[in-house]
Nanobody
Framework: VQLQACGGGLVQAGGSPRLSCAAS????????MGWFRQAPGKEREFVAA????????NYDDSVKGRFTISRDNAKNTVYLQMNSLKPEDTAAYYC?????????????????WGQGTQVTVSS
């Protein structure tokens, strides 16, 4: 599975961009999907995950209530709607895919990774 993330950029605090992660090479129907982020000088961290059907989601506490993960399997695409952005949300955002039914929050559980899209939040 090849993953391509896009939608990042320079955003003002309080903004609401939407990230997209498009897959090619294989359908995403059988994969749970996750979004992770890595800020400068920090380790990559879990943001959100969604089950293959879209029926289950999981969020890190830092984004709960502000970010929404969703997917459109017909378009082979996963989204991350980001609302009420804060400067501390500044990071490179990565999408990732894994087979199986459990919504992991750990990096090691994901087999396929996109290249990352930078989100910079200005105050």
């Amino acid at each position: 599975v090849q993953l391509q993330a896009c939608g990042g950029g320079l955003v003002q605090a309080g903004g609401s961009p939407r990230l997209s992660c498009a897959a090619s090479g294989r359908t995403l129907n059988n994969y749970n999907m996750g979004w992770f982020r890595q800020a400068p000088g920090k380790e990559r961290e879990f943001v959100a995950a969604i089950s293959w059907s879209g029926g289950s989601t999981n969020y890190d506490d830092s984004v709960k209530g502000r970010f929404t993960i969703s997917r459109d399997n017909a378009k082979n695409t996963v989204y991350l709607q980001m609302n009420s952005l804060k400067p501390e949300d500044t990071a490179a955002y990565y999408c990732a895919a894994r087979g199986g039914s459990y919504l992991y929050t750990e990096e090691w559980a994901y087999s396929y990774w996109g290249q990352g899209t930078q989100v910079t939040v200005s105050s």
